[in-house]
């Protein structure tokens, strides 16, 4: 990749002591960034008698899973079964996900290898809808959603998800900076159509673009709570159910951190997995500036 | 392997053909006929139109105006993947994700061919590149060379009507790029197929092609044998692209001399200059640095200074000052002279030249 782009390993003109003052301050920079989750995880295990000691411990004394038990009981509780929320979650997980990447890629595709008139504008007007918050659009989604008649269904989370434009922007630009015209009319040549060319030339050499969009994706999505196109309780997503939970004031504090490890951990697990592909993504689309 | 007289090799004609960029007009009626097997080789500076000329050839371009033919089969507005041709790009163009074997094997899968079939003529198509073995390899386990070899492979694996090759040494280092020409011309020659090769290296044009044509700014300059490009240059621009060359103005007596009076430069033309290609009056001549001889006694054509003298491996190239300030330049393998030495010199082969020297520095 670096000799693609020309890059060139150079000796940075820098002192051990500049060296080590960056250091010092990227160090503090991290603990601040590690802190808050460190708290999160300690939390989740702390008795609830530990939870209120002020100035709060960073590191529990006294772990206990007493938190998570409860938890357990409460869902069982639940007149609607748990696993029907984690079904939901999953669900609009999986297929909001896979549609996002799927049409976001396709979409890129056409935008970065088949030139169409008019493909800078549309390019920019993506751009452009990057800057819009959730909220302005809410109105007109709602109205576009009720329409279609996809009110308290999961398809109005999933499908909307599918044109989400920061997947398009990024496989665009990574395609535009990664993929050599030269790659495509090579397969051309041979009478490669063009789904065969997205297929097994453009999507295995833009993994890093890709595999950020799930990680986006994914994060967004399992955070959701059905918003506001979902009523039936059945439809609610796994988020719901366990802010539902944690609502039952200080009595419920211990069980409400427990939850946010769990709806932390496992967007971690997958950035975790995941990161080094993100941070080259990143350097990519030019967003690490 | 043998030289074979390959059926499939198809012969292009380019016929009147035209290409504008927006507002630049890069390419105007260009008229060239290839033969098949021939090796041909499409040279000029950057920006003279050879790769966009090469791009119309392979159909990845349409042309403006005119029409291009493979052998009398009109293919002007069939698209690249129906014409059944090879292509070797200039940063090789192999898929990093695939191995080498499905790399070669992209083609012929496409072309739904049996597995065994597909099998048996990727491990052929590499051992005629030299690399058996490497089926299993990623195309980043490989060097630049290596790389470019298993293009080729991949170019005349689909067994090409016609195989079109873009700068394929500009991205190799010097001496690759001189064993890798070497191996194109032969892998060619032994398959009989109709090459079409781009370059901006005239010692490459040189060295491989049975025909040269030469661009500039859009324009078909001359087409010809590596020998009637070099020694005999349609105008200024050739034979200031392919090779060095010294041009000194003067005029041309009734009597057949060719003089210079100021730089006291005299020279008795042979009789088959002046039957053909020149007549009394002014005119100029082109004379390589290779063609000149250091000579004693009395019968030299002109005499000068050496005023600089580079060392350029077994050669040596000496700037000769004349009598008018002018300089010749001038090659040998003798290296006995230095700066300030007095030389008398003969030219062995002079060529009367016209057009003047491109603005751009051809």
């Known amino acids: 990749m670096s000799s693609r782009l020309g890059i060139r390993k150079r000796r940075l003109a820098r002192s051990t002591g500049g060296d080590v003052v960056i250091m010092l301050f990227l160090l503090i920079g991290a603990l601040f960034m590690v802190i808050p989750m460190i708290l ?58 896979l549609g996002n990447v799927l049409f976001g890629s396709l979409a890129a595709y056409i935008v970065s290898i088949r030139k169409f008139p008019g493909s800078r504008i549309f390019m920019s007007m993506v751009v452009f809808s990057l800057m819009f918050s959730a909220e302005v659009t809410r109105i007109p989604n709602y109205v576009t959603i009720a329409f279609l008649g996809w009110i308290d269904s999961l398809k109005a989370i999933i499908i909307p998800r599918w044109s989400a434009p920061l997947g398009l922007y990024l496989v665009s630009r990574f395609i535009d900076g990664m993929i050599n015209r030269s790659l495509i009319e090579a397969a ?75 709806m932390m951990i496992i967007p971690i697990i997958v950035f975790v997995i995941n990161q080094s592909k993100i941070v080259d993504t990143m350097g990519h689309s030019g967003m690490a500036n | ?75 002007t507005n069939i698209p690249p993947w129906e014409r059944q041709i090879g292509f070797v790009f200039q940063n090789y163009a192999l898929w990093p994700n695939m191995t080498i074997f499905d790399n070669v094997a992209y083609g012929l899968r496409i072309r739904k061919k049996p597995a065994s079939y597909i099998r048996d003529r990727v491990k052929w198509a590499l051992g005629v590149v030299d690399l058996p073995g490497i089926e299993k390899h990623l195309p980043n386990q490989l060097s630049g060379g290596m790389q470019q070899r298993v293009a080729i492979a991949r170019a005349i694996v689909i067994d ?127 004379i390589r640095p290779e063609t000149i001889r250091v000579v004693e006694g009395d019968n030299c054509h002109v005499g000068g200074t050496i005023t600089k003298r580079y060392y350029i491996g077994s050669l040596k190239r000496y700037v000769v000052r004349l009598a008018d300030n002018s300089e010749l330049v001038w090659e040998t393998f003798d290296d006995r002279f230095s700066e300030g030495d007095q030389v008398k010199l003969r030219f062995t082969a002079l060529c009367p030249i016209s057009g003047e020297e491109s603005n751009e520095g051809i």
């Not at chain 1, 999160?40 to 899973?65: C, D, G, H």
């Not at chain 2, 690759?176 to 398959?191: A, F």
């Open chain 2, 1 to 75: 392997m043998q030289p074979t007289s390959n059926v499939n090799a198809a012969g292009v004609v380019i016929d009147n053909v035209s290409k504008v960029f927006g507002r630049k007009r890069v390419l105007n009626s260009v008229d060239i006929a290839i033969e098949p097997q021939e090796f041909f080789t499409i040279i000029g500076p950057s920006g003279c139109g050879k790769t966009t000329l090469l791009r119309i050839i392979s159909g990845f371009y349409q042309p403006d105006g005119g029409r291009i033919f493979y052998d009398r089969r009109e293919v």
């Open chain 1, 40 to 97: 999160v995880i300690s939390n989740a295990f702390k008795p609830l008698s530990e939870l209120f000691l002020f100035p709060p411990r960073l590191i529990v004394r006294n772990p206990t899973l007493k938190n998570f038990h409860d938890l357990m009981v409460m869902m069982a509780q639940s007149w609607v079964p748990f696993g029907r929320y984690l079904l939901n979650s999953l669900v609009i997980v999986t297929f909001g996900t």
């Open chain 1, 188 to 262: 051309e040549i041979d009478g490669a159509s063009d789904l065969r060319i997205y297929w097994q030339i453009v999507m295995p050499n833009i993994k890093p673009a890709w595999l950020t969009m799930i990680i986006l994706s994914f994060q967004e999505l399992w955070r959701t709570q059905g918003g506001h196109y979902i009523y039936s309780e059945q439809l609610k997503t796994l988020p719901y159910a366990l802010s539902q939970i944690t609502q039952g004031g200080v009595a419920r504090q211990g069980v409400q951190h427990a939850v946010t490890l769990i």
């Open chain 2, 160 to 286: 090409p009507e016609l195989l079109l090759l873009d700068e394929p040494l500009s991205n190799l280092d010097a001496k690759l790029r001189i064993s890798l020409r070497k191996q194109i011309r032969e892998i060619q020659s032994t398959l009989g197929i109709t090459a079409v090769y781009v370059t901006h290296d005239q010692e490459e044009a040189l060295e491989i092609s049975d025909r040269i044509a030469v661009m500039d700014k859009g324009d078909l300059q001359q087409v010809g044998t590596p020998e009637e490009v070099y020694e005999r240059p349609a105008n200024h621009l050739v034979a200031s692209f392919v090779g060095e060359a010294n041009f000194v103005e003067g005029r041309v007596t009734p009597e057949g001399w060719f003089e210079r009076p100021e730089a006291k430069l005299r020279v008795q033309l042979d009789e088959k200059i002046l039957a053909k290609e020149v007549s009394a009056g002014e005119t100029k001549m082109m």
